[in-house]
């Protein structure tokens, strides 16, 4: 392997940094809606979520999921996984 290679899954190694936590913070206190899609779109507080990019990453990364299953394109509320919940408060990490 050279230098230039990635280990790991992405879901293994999430890139998290302020506005990541954030976004995961106001999903965790019931305040986001996410688009029930293929690239989930995230809303907060009924407004589009500014780094749709990262919405999708969380989504993906098995960190925010639709609460309930929906029509295609329809708003659902979201909500946090066990793995994203673990990143904004990690003294609930489970022991793996």
Aim: net charge positive; hydrophobic share 40%; with cysteine.
């Amino acid at each position: 392997m050279n230098g230039n290679e990635k280990t790991g899954s992405p879901a293994a190694h999430p890139v998290v940094n302020h506005r990541v936590r954030a976004m995961l913070r106001a999903v965790g206190a019931g305040r986001g809606r996410v688009s029930c899609s293929s690239e989930p779109d995230l809303f907060i507080d009924g407004l589009s979520c500014g780094d749709q990019f990262a919405a999708h990453a969380l989504a993906h990364q098995g960190l925010v999921r639709a609460a309930r299953p929906g029509h295609p394109g329809q708003l659902v509320p979201a909500i946090l996984t066990p793995a994203g919940q673990a990143l904004i408060n990690p003294e609930h990490r489970s022991a793996a």
